[in-house]
Nanobody, 118 residues
């Protein structure tokens, strides 16, 4: 399984970016897919995730500004980021979890840089 993110970049405070993630190479559908981020000198943290049933969760710091969604393509999700702040600057990683009976495996993308600066 390969996980690939796209859509990062640089934006001014208050701006918007949309990230996309596709997990290819599996015949199964994901059980959970999510976005994490890691700023320099900080631990990686969960930003938002969505499970196969469509339930979503968000970090408190992004609630009301970010929206995670499943896309029509298989094993594809997006993250719409609005009202971006300098503290949102980080490398954003996509994680895809596949669960088949008792076997659970996580796959990570390489990450995409998001920079919010004036």
């Amino acid at each position: 399984v390969q996980v690939m993110e796209s859509g990062g970049g640089s934006v001014q405070p208050g701006g918007s970016l949309r990230l996309s993630c596709i997990a290819s190479g599996s015949i199964f559908s994901f059980s959970v897919m999510g976005w994490y981020r890691q700023a320099p000198g900080q631990e990686r943290e969960l930003v938002a995730d969505i499970n196969a049933g469509g339930s979503v969760s968000y970090a408190d710091s992004v609630k009301g500004r970010f929206t995670i969604a499943r896309e029509n393509a298989k094993n594809t999700i997006s993250l719409q980021m609005n009202s971006l702040k300098p503290e949102d600057t980080a490398v954003y990683y996509c994680k895809s979890r596949f669960q088949v009976i008792l076997d659970t495996r996580d796959y990570w993308g390489q990450g995409t840089q998001v920079t919010v600066s004036s």
